[in-house]
């Protein structure tokens, strides 16, 4: 008992402390502008630093209290008979077909709201792609051209608007295919009919969901695809009766390739998956573990394809290198802004090259590197840039650190609020926690706003635009992208607890997906949302280990 308790102890804190210092690092730089505190000496620094770690441990024992509720709780097991299982198999496609309807039927009146759709994000510079027919890679060409397939549709019939409605509606129907299917997956694992029927409302009602699936960002159909592939290499790996059969393998490797053709940072986190979860199969039969590999070599190699071929067929061009130095030149930019007269005469005429003091002081903002990221000169001489990067950075790394985590900060703080309002906020701007506002396109191929429902549209525009939500205690953590983040990681320390070691491999992409987010221009709901879809899809599973279904891997 002693031991296990300790044990207990020691995963509760593996979740505690860095929530707790998530918290006191957040809170720093909201109020103090620095996770270093206010002062400048040595001195200062070694008191912020201890007052940090006596911060840290302080709120790590409620923080660990609470993980060690949730580590040991639920862990009940549900068997069932070869013929149970067998009539909910038959019976897992009518649940699909039900869940699916009733969360389209439920999405209609925001339809309709919103109707011919939510034409916002980057829906007007995709489209003058599809117009001029001078496609780039900046954004994923398949998401470009299936969009633009819809906008043709539209002006064929005479509107753009009406073809944007049939996106609307043809996007709401993967969608609710998609959430269905994850209801389906639940039910044939035997999770618990209230737990499903609060992820069904969930999928619903919450305003993340129902408008985002009107919305012609990328990050929408992607976020569906991460689901279904997670869930699909789960019951790849996670059980023992299941394996990764001929079946199993082509529907992975079909979503695989649609999920990294929808986001271009998804391959990343997808490469750096693929030795991690092979060591962590280490213990499986040999032949599950080459499967695996098998089908993950070969989904990289038709994306590969697939990739090239859409761009030989389209022409594009290549996208800019500047979403790659995002954080770098948000580094540089505050560097300036913050310390410009502590910088080095000859290093601030070197950085003069690359961010001018012209316009630096006003166009920095700490949490959006776009303003920085379009005018910074980078393409005259790059390895200058890199070195000068480096040299400011050793001058002055407190400041890159505060950059970096700035940037970030919506990912990892749950009571940030600067993701929500980046590009302003209001309902007569359509920023705020979604964007709503209608994009402007060139005359004869406008797409018009008609809402049906005026009143339910001005009743939402309140939660996305006006940020209404924030002030619903706990209720509005659950707009932060940081809980899921969260979640997502008690989700491994608790597997790691309980020795279902096996359970953490669907779960190794999206934390890499999440960490390439870290490099991301800014923090946007849209960025986070599919950890936002398939984290709430992934824990039930803990409360259902239908016939020692999960598997041990030590």
Same mark, same amino acid.
């Given at each position: 008992m002693l031991v296990e308790n300790r044990r207990l102890l020691f995963y509760a804190l593996?979740?505690?402390?860095?929530?707790?210092?998530?918290?006191?690092? /957040?809170?720093?730089?909201?109020?103090?502008?620095?996770?270093? +505190?206010?002062?400048?000496?040595?001195?200062? !620094?070694? /008191?912020?630093?201890?007052?940090?770690?006596?911060?840290?441990?302080?709120?790590?024992? &409620?923080?660990?209290?609470?993980?060690a509720i949730v580590i040991c709780g639920g862990k009940g097991k549900r068997t069932a008979d070869e013929a149970a299982k067998r009539q909910e198999a038959r019976r897992a496609w009518q649940v699909w077909l039900f869940c699916s309807l009733l969360i389209f039927l439920f999405w209609l009146p925001v339809f309709f709201a919103y109707y011919p759709s939510v034409f916002a994000y980057d829906a007007e510079g995709q489209l003058y792609q599809v117009m001029a027919k001078d496609y780039s890679t900046h954004h994923p060409l398949v998401h470009t051209l299936f969009l633009g397939a819809f906008f043709r549709l539209g002006i064929a019939a005479g509107s753009s608007s009406t073809g944007m409605a049939v996106h609307s509606a043809v996007?709401?129907?993967?969608?609710?295919?998609?959430?269905?299917?994850?209801? #389906?997956?639940?039910?044939?694992?035997?999770?618990? =009919?209230w737990a499903r029927a609060v992820l069904l409302l969930f999928f619903a009602l919450f305003p993340a969901n129902s408008v985002l699936a009107l919305s012609t960002t990328k990050d929408v159909l992607f976020s569906a695809l991460v689901l279904l592939y997670t869930l699909c290499l789960y019951r790849a790996v996670c059980g023992r009766?299941?394996? %990764?059969?001929?079946?199993?393998?082509?529907?992975?490797?079909?979503l695989g390739v649609l999920m990294l053709l929808f986001r271009n940072n998804a391959v990343y986190a997808f490469v750096v998956s693929i030795p991690i979860v092979f060591w962590g199969m280490r213990k499986a039969k040999p032949g599950e573990r080459k499967a695996y590999l098998r089908m993950a070599l070969v989904t990289l190699a038709l994306y590969g394809v697939c990739a090239f071929s859409l761009k030989a067929v389209t022409h594009a061009q290549n996208g800019s290198p500047r979403e790659m130095l995002s954080v770098p030149l948000?580094?540089?930019?505050?560097?300036?802004?913050?310390?410009?007269? *502590? %910088?080095? &005469?000859?290093?601030?005429?070197?950085?003069?090259?690359?961010?001018?003091s012209e316009w630096v002081f006003a166009a920095y903002n700490p949490h959006l590197a776009d303003p920085v990221k379009s005018r910074a000169v980078i393409h005259d001489d790059p390895a @200058?840039?890199?070195?000068?990067?480096? *040299?400011? /950075?050793?001058?002055?790394?407190? %400041? !890159?650190?505060?950059?970096?985590?700035?940037?970030?900060? =919506?990912?990892? !703080?749950?009571?940030d609020t600067s993701h929500a309002q980046v590009y302003g906020i209001g309902t007569e701007s359509g920023f705020g926690y979604l964007s709503t506002d209608n994009r402007t396109m060139p005359a004869g191929f406008e797409v018009v706003e008609q809402s049906l429902l &005026? @009143?339910?549209?001005?009743?939402?525009?309140?939660?996305?635009?006006?940020?209404?939500? #924030?002030?619903?205690?706990?209720?509005r953590l659950l707009f932060a992208p940081a809980l899921y983040w969260w979640l997502l990681f008690l989700y491994m320390v608790t597997a790691f607890y309980r020795k279902r070691y096996r359970e953490t491999l669907p779960a190794v992409f999206l934390a890499a997906y999440c960490l390439t987010l870290l490099l991301s221009p800014t923090v946007l709901v849209r960025y986070a949302y599919p950890l936002m879809v398939t984290v709430p899809v992934i824990w039930p599973c803990f409360a259902a280990d239908?016939? +020692?279904? #999960?598997?041990?891997i030590q």
């Open positions: 593996l979740w505690g402390i860095p929530f707790a210092a998530s918290c006191v690092l /957040g809170w720093r730089l909201v109020h103090e502008g620095s996770v270093f +505190g206010r002062g400048g000496s040595a001195a200062a !620094y070694a /008191g912020s630093f201890l007052l940090f770690l006596l911060e840290t441990a302080v709120l790590s024992v &409620p923080a660990a209290g609470a993980a996007q709401m129907a993967l969608m609710a295919a998609a959430f269905g299917w994850a209801l #389906s997956f639940l039910h044939r694992r035997r999770v618990s =009919g009766d299941m394996g %990764i059969g001929g079946k199993e393998q082509a529907v992975c490797i079909v948000q580094q540089m930019a505050r560097t300036r802004v913050k310390a410009e007269e *502590k %910088i080095a &005469p000859e290093l601030r005429q070197e950085l003069e090259k690359y961010i001018p @200058g840039l890199v070195r000068t990067w480096i *040299k400011l /950075g050793l001058s002055q790394p407190a %400041i !890159y650190i505060d950059a970096f985590l700035d940037n970030s900060l =919506g990912l990892w !703080y749950l009571w &005026p @009143g339910l549209r001005v009743f939402l525009e309140r939660i996305v635009s006006d940020n209404a939500y #924030s002030e619903i205690p706990v209720v239908t016939n +020692g279904q #999960s598997e041990n």
